[in-house]
């Protein structure tokens, strides 16, 4: 059975906003290394839309971006991308999968039929698939400042506190510190 890893790039202050973070070749290659060491992308529509509107464009040379930033999008652009919406029906970027129904049972399904494991990227999503006691692993690019807004991690709270174990603290150059922890269970 595959695991569920939740990724995400956070600031010190828990803000999970897109544009707060260091954007550079090395925290790139963090993520393209979560990215090909998974199996599948699991997404909800907000994040889906968000990417879809951005990196097929940097896979196919449309838009200009650092080598970093196009080996991302490339392997991206080839990955099965999962995606949880029941206000779209429609995805129609490459390798894009509409998952509807129980939303216990399909993740589960997913993760099962994932041996490489799944990795999850939506923080909203994220809160719902932790009230369900689905996720196994979290890794975090903690980065070195207070963006002071939203949103921010498990804005909407769990029901119980999560015990974690940590595996790694891997610091890089630019301050930002990869956090890898696992499920206390």
């Known amino acids: 059975m595959g695991r569920l890893t939740f ?7 828990g803000c999970i906003d897109h544009r707060e973070g ?28 968000m990417m879809e509107s951005y990196w097929p464009s940097v896979a196919c040379g449309i838009t200009d971006a650092p080598q ?4 991302w999008a490339i392997k991206l652009e ?7 919406s029941s206000t779209r029906t429609d995805f129609p970027w490459t390798n894009s999968h509409h998952i509807t ?32 006691d689905l996720i196994d692993e979290y890794q975090f690019l903690v980065h070195p400042m207070i963006a002071g807004h939203g949103p921010t991690l498990y804005a909407s709270g769990l029901p119980t506190t999560r015990r974690l174990a ?12 990869a956090m890898h922890y696992q499920r206390a269970r």
């Open 78 to 84: 080839a990955k099965p991308k999962y995606v949880v």
């Open 166 to 177: 940590l595996i790694s603290a891997t610091p890089l150059r630019c301050g930002a510190v």
């Open 101 to 132: 129904g129980d939303l216990r049972t399909v993740v589960q399904q997913l993760k099962d039929a994932t041996p490489n494991g799944v990795l999850l990227g939506s923080g909203r999503l994220a809160t719902e698939l932790d009230r369900l």
């Open 7 to 13: 990724s995400s790039n956070i600031t010190l202050d």
């Open 68 to 71: 970093a930033m196009r080996e």
């Open 22 to 49: 260091i954007a550079d070749d090395e925290t790139h290659a963090f993520f393209t290394r979560l990215m090909d060491e998974g199996g599948a992308m699991l997404w909800g529509r907000i994040t889906y839309e």
